[in-house]
């Protein structure tokens, strides 16, 4: 069975960092592009970084330049180094596959205080 436990989150100052992680298991994690979502407060959950088996990554604009995700396939684990956080990215963050995700975790909160 898929599970996903993200973790790290919690409230920064604007300007501050915050490193997330994500546990997987019950997925051939070493071959799939895995991702880091958001989801706002009263808005719809988005794709803001990939990273791919090949290690290729991707970022939406809104965090171009200020978050690194990365994935270590021993520990079936995905990580978001994010830095210089502001107000706008105060949201839930998950991990899941790119293709076709489902199973969501209960996802790790991010709160960014002026």
């Known amino acids: 069975q898929v599970q996903l436990v993200e973790s790290g989150g919690g409230l920064v100052q604007a300007g501050g960092s915050l490193r997330l992680s994500c546990a997987a298991s019950?997925?051939?994690?070493?071959?799939?592009?895995m991702g880091w979502y958001r989801q706002p407060p009263g808005k719809e959950r988005e794709l803001v970084a990939r990273?791919?088996?090949?290690?290729?990554?991707n970022y939406a604009d809104s965090v171009k330049g200020r978050f690194t995700i990365s994935r270590d396939n021993a520990k079936k684990a995905v990580y978001l180094q994010m830095n210089s956080l502001k107000p706008e990215d105060t949201a839930v963050y998950y991990c899941n596959t790119v293709i076709s995700p489902n199973n969501w975790g209960k996802g790790t909160p991010v709160t960014v205080s002026p």
């Open positions: 990273v791919s088996a090949t290690y290729t990554t």
């Open positions: 019950g997925i051939n994690f070493s071959v799939k592009t």
